[in-house]
């Protein structure tokens, strides 16, 4: 078996020489991404600014700090966390990345994702939120975690756009306080389903559908069941992914 750390040393090998899309011609480094091979949890956002560019790291700008804070406030280390993006090179200006830079990159985070196999992935912007719930809007979902298969996806604001509007500011420091909450849910809903799975093994009833057989959303730090007339349609669409491979390759 590959170990996790090895793939992702090659993984950031591969980008850091990478030309798959025009953004390689204006970079100056490129941002595999940095954490631990076997993070718990993955962060997800979307380019690297200024100096991410000039260092090769990623979030260690004005967003970074502010990131780092939020973080801390909510009991996480830094250290512990994989922290990437879904373009690895730097857009001119920090423009929005084009459909066809987010498609070529695409491989890359998926790869790391396989790799470090977490079970929380927070997602921080529109981009990164994108890849795992499509057709949604921001605005609707940020801090409605979702299970996408035997991950729980968390989607957040981005923090350079929270730093830029007071009220986006108010909703992700919210959102991150729930984050130490969401986590414990988690962990907790795994260890149901490491359960639920060896129950028949050990001649037990079988137990409610878990996880990765029926996506949920947490409603009011619950866990709820999708169901069709509670759900706005945004909601839904959640449900209607399944829990099938292609989750994860969904540019
Ligand atoms: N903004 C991002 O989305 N990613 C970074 O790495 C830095 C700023
Ligand atoms: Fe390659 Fe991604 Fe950089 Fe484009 S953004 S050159 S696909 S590493």
């Known amino acids: 078996m590959t170990d996790a750390k090895q793939t992702l040393d090659e993984i950031a090998s591969e980008v850091s020489g990478c030309t798959k899309c ?10 595999p991404g940095e954490g631990p091979a076997h993070a718990e949890m993955m962060l997800i956002g979307e380019g690297p600014g200024f100096y991410e ?31 990437t993006n879904v ?13 066809e830079e987010l498609a070529a990159c695409n491989s890359y985070l ?6 470090i196999d977490p079970l929380i992935i927070v997602t921080l912007g529109r981009y990164s939120m994108a890849k795992f719930l499509p057709n949604v809007k921001i605005s609707a979902i940020h801090g409605r ?52 799975v060896s129950a028949p093994q050990a001649g037990l009833e079988p137990q409610k559908p878990t996880a990765s057989q029926s996506p949920m959303l947490f409603q009011g730090g619950l866990f709820a069941d999708l169901t069709p007339e509670a759900q706005p349609p945004e909601v839904e669409e959640v449900k209607k992914q399944g829990d099938e491979p292609t989750q994860l390759s969904l540019f």
Request: glycine content about 6%; hydrophobic content about 40%.
């Open 53 to 83: 560019n000039q260092e090769g790291r990623p979030f260690v700008g004005t967003s970074g700090q502010y990131l780092d804070e939020l973080l801390q406030k909510a009991g996480v280390a830094r250290k512990d966390v994989f922290i």
């Open 110 to 115: 998926e790869r790391q994702i396989e790799a």
């Open 145 to 196: 975690p979702a299970w996408i298969g035997k991950r729980l996806v968390i989607p957040m604001f981005h923090p350079a756009a929270a730093l830029h509007q007071p009220s986006l500011k108010a909703s992700l420091e919210r959102d991150f306080a729930r984050l130490p909450e969401w986590i414990q849910d988690a962990r907790a809903h795994q260890a149901d389903h490491m359960a639920a």
């Open 22 to 31: 025009l953004l390689s011609a204006s970079r100056k480094k490129a941002v």
């Open 87 to 99: 373009v690895k090179c730097r857009p001119p200006g920090n423009r929005d990345p084009l459909p």
